[in-house]
C-alpha cells in the first residue's frame, strides 16, 4: 500500500524557519515526482511546490518562491520542504502527495495519494 | 495566471444529481482532476482527465470537460457524499498547478 506521512509541523514565530518531511512507502520512491499542498485553516487547498523523481526539476507557487525550498533524499525515501521567513499566512496543513509518474509530463496528471498533512502555525 | 472559478456551495436532495462545475477560460483544453475533501481529512482524487475515475470510486461519479466549464456529476447522491469537492489542473504557460475554490456540497 502506498503511503505518505508529513511530519516537523509545529509552532513557529513570524520569521522563523521549519523543515517538513514526508515519509513515502509502499512504491519505489525514485521513480515519482512528489508535491506539497497547503490548506489554511477553513479555506481551500494552495498548491506550494513540485519536484521531479531524480529532484533535478523544481516548481513554486509565485507566494512562497524564494522563501521555501523542495528537496528529496530518494536513499532514504523522503521529501522535504524547507520554509524560510515564514509569515502569519504560511498558517496551514501542509500535505505532501504522489504524482502518478516522475518527469515534467507527470504534472499535468493528478495527484494520488495524499498524506495527512502536517500543522504549521505561524504566531508570536 | 489561470484561474479556476466554482460556487462556493451546491445543495442536492438524497437520490438526485448534483453538478459541480469549475470554470476557466478555454478549460476544453486542459486535462481536470477533480478531489473529494471530508470534514477533518486529507483529500482523495474522484475524477482525473476530466472523466475518468480511479478504482474504488463509485459509478455516480463522473465529469466532463468542454468549453470553458468542466463539470463533477454525482449521480444518486448520498448523505455520504458531503463534502467539499476541488477542480485542479497544470497550467503550462506558467508551470503552476492550479486548484479551484471549491465547492462545499451538501446532500439534504
Known amino acids: 500500500e502506498v503511503q505518505l506521512l508529513e511530519s516537523g509541523g509545529g509552532l513557529v514565530q513570524p520569521g522563523g524557519s521549519l523543515r517538513l518531511s514526508c515519509a513515502g512507502s509502499?512504491?519505489?520512491?525514485?521513480?515519482?515526482?512528489l508535491t506539497w499542498v497547503r490548506q489554511a485553516p477553513g479555506k481551500g487547498l494552495e498548491w506550494v511546490s513540485a519536484?521531479?523523481?531524480?529532484?533535478?526539476?523544481?516548481y513554486y507557487a509565485d507566494s512562497v518562491k524564494g522563501r521555501f525550498t523542495i528537496s528529496r533524499d530518494n536513499s532514504n525515501s523522503t521529501l522535504f520542504l524547507q520554509m524560510n521567513s515564514l509569515r502569519a499566512e504560511d498558517t496551514a496543513v501542509y500535505y505532501c502527495a504522489k504524482f502518478p509518474c516522475d518527469n515534467t509530463a507527470c504534472l499535468g496528471l493528478p495527484f494520488d495519494p495524499w498524506g495527512q498533512g502536517t500543522l504549521v502555525t505561524v504566531s508570536s | 495566471s489561470f484561474v479556476l472559478t466554482q460556487p462556493p456551495s451546491v445543495s442536492v436532495a438524497p437520490g438526485l444529481t448534483a453538478r459541480i462545475p469549475c470554470g476557466g477560460t478555454?478549460?476544453?483544453?486542459?486535462?481536470v482532476h477533480w478531489y473529494q475533501q471530508k470534514s477533518g481529512q486529507a483529500p482523495i482524487l474522484v475524477v482525473y482527465d476530466d472523466n475518468d475515475r480511479p478504482s474504488g470510486i463509485p459509478e455516480r461519479f463522473s465529469g466532463s470537460n468542454s468549453g470553458n466549464t468542466a463539470t463533477l456529476t454525482i449521480n444518486k447522491a448520498e448523505a455520504g457524499d458531503e463534502a467539499d469537492y476541488y477542480c485542479q489542473v497544470w497550467d503550462s504557460f506558467s508551470d503552476h498547478v492550479v486548484f479551484g475554490g471549491g465547492t462545499k456540497l451538501t446532500v439534504l
Open positions: 519536484i521531479s523523481g531524480s529532484g533535478d526539476s523544481t
Open positions: 478555454n478549460l476544453g483544453s486542459y486535462s
Open positions: 509502499g512504491f519505489t520512491f525514485t521513480n515519482y515526482a
